[in-house]
Structures are given as C-alpha cells and as structure tokens.
C-alpha cells in the first residue's frame, strides 16, 4: 500500500519489557518524524530523522531508540517500557520540491503499558 | 524560538456556515511556513493546507482558506459551508526554512459542528 503505515495499531506489554514500534513509507521522503499525543500535552517530539542513518533527538527522547538503516523505515523502540509511556504514538514523513514540507501522519500507534 | 497559539479550545458551528480558527505564532525568522492539520475521533492526523511566508496570496485549498496577516502574526483557518464531517480537532503548525525543518505545533481546537 502507498503512504505511510503503522504497526501494530494497537499494543499491550508489561512494565519493563522492549517493544518496537514500527513506521514504513513509500514515498522515499527524506524525513521522517516519532510523535506522542497525550492528552494536556498535545503532540510531542520524540526523535526524527532528516535522512537514512541521521536521526536526532526531539523533546522528550528519554527511554526511546530509534534507527532508520533503510530511507522507507524508522522504527521507535522502547527499551524498557514504564506506564508513563502508555500514549498514542504517530509517525510522520515530510519532503516538498516546493519547500513546504508538509508532514503525512501514520493512523498511530495506541500503546498501553501495564 | 518558535510557539504557536491556538486560545480557542473548542469551537461551536452550524452546518454550512462558516468557521474561523485562530491561530498566532512567534518567530524572529523571516521564512518560516505555516500549516493546519485535521485529527477526526479517528485518530489520523490529516494534513490541510500550507502557507509560505513570503506567499502574498493566502492558501485555499476547496474549503479551507488560510487567512495569513504576516503583521499581526497571525495564521487563523478559514472552513465555509461547514460539514458534520468538519467536527474533529484542528492544529495549527510551523516551521522555520533553516535548519532542520521540525515543526512547533499548538496545542488544538476542538470544532464541533451541529446539524
């Protein structure tokens, strides 16, 4: 499929176990972008990546690990989940040969950590 | 640094009547891009529509005007002839031309459009 996907939509894990959020686009953009969207806080920054094997950390990286050896994927994982990462999680994508850089946003990730 | 405000947290409109969402922002860079993002209860963020700093026309896009006044700052979304299917959070967003184009977001407004 054509865009940017997301996998699993949906995820449940224990406090203290590694899971890895997944992120794939088709349109060879050069960035791509980790949110999380928590109620009160709106969406925030965790890493993002201006292009396969640069990434960088946005506002709140602590306990994530993001990789992007291939331009489509850039997957997000967290080492040990605790319950304070139970959130939705986009990923995005931009580029524009006009310069506008518009991001296209995953369907999310609706994590749960118990 | 960059911030963007949106100082309405919910919105109220009839159907196909029009609606204004305010947006400001605060930049000290003179090129810097401006958007507006769409998240139904879905849950998917969907892009809207893009307006560059140095554009003298504002944006449309069908629906959706960008009202740019680059002196006050300000950046407000434009919906006419509103929909049911408009009833979602709307975000407003920047970001600068330099450096690494990460965009600042607001915080949202909640439109709720009735029949």
């Known amino acids: 499929d054509a865009g940017i996907t997301q996998s699993p939509r949906y995820k449940i894990t224990e406090t203290g176990r590694q899971v890895t959020l997944m992120c794939h686009q088709t349109?060879?953009?050069?960035?791509m972008f980790w949110y999380r969207q928590d109620l009160g806080h709106g969406l925030r920054l965790i890493y993002y990546?201006?292009?396969?094997?640069?990434?960088d950390k946005g506002e709140v990286p602590d306990g994530y690990v993001v990789s992007r050896s291939k331009t489509e994927n850039f997957p997000l994982t967290l080492e040990s989940a605790t319950r304070s990462q139970t959130s939705v999680y986009f990923c995005?994508?931009?580029?524009?040969?006009?310069?506008?850089?518009?991001?296209?946003f995953g369907p999310g990730t609706r994590l749960t950590v118990t | 640094a960059q911030k963007i405000t949106q100082t309405q947290p919910g919105m109220f409109v009839q159907e196909k009547e029009a609606v204004t969402l305010d947006c400001t922002y605060d930049?000290?860079?003179?090129?810097?891009?401006l958007f507006w993002y769409k998240q139904p209860s879905s849950g998917e963020m969907i892009f809207l529509i893009y307006?560059?700093?140095?554009?003298?026309q504002n944006a449309t896009e069908g629906r959706y005007s960008l009202n740019f006044q680059k002196a006050r700052k300000s950046a407000n979304l434009v919906i006419s002839a509103s929909q049911l299917g408009d009833s979602a959070m709307y975000f407003c967003?920047?970001?600068?031309?330099?450096?690494?184009?990460?965009?600042?977001f607001g915080r949202g407004t909640s439109l709720i459009v009735h029949p």
């Open positions: 995005a994508s931009s580029e524009s040969a006009t310069g506008g850089y518009e991001q296209y």
């Open positions: 349109w060879s953009h050069s960035y």
């Open positions: 990546s201006a292009a396969a094997d640069i990434t």
């Open positions: 930049t000290s860079d003179q090129s810097y891009g």
């Open positions: 307006q560059g700093s140095y554009d003298e």
């Open positions: 967003a920047m970001r600068n031309s330099g450096g690494s184009y990460i965009p600042t």
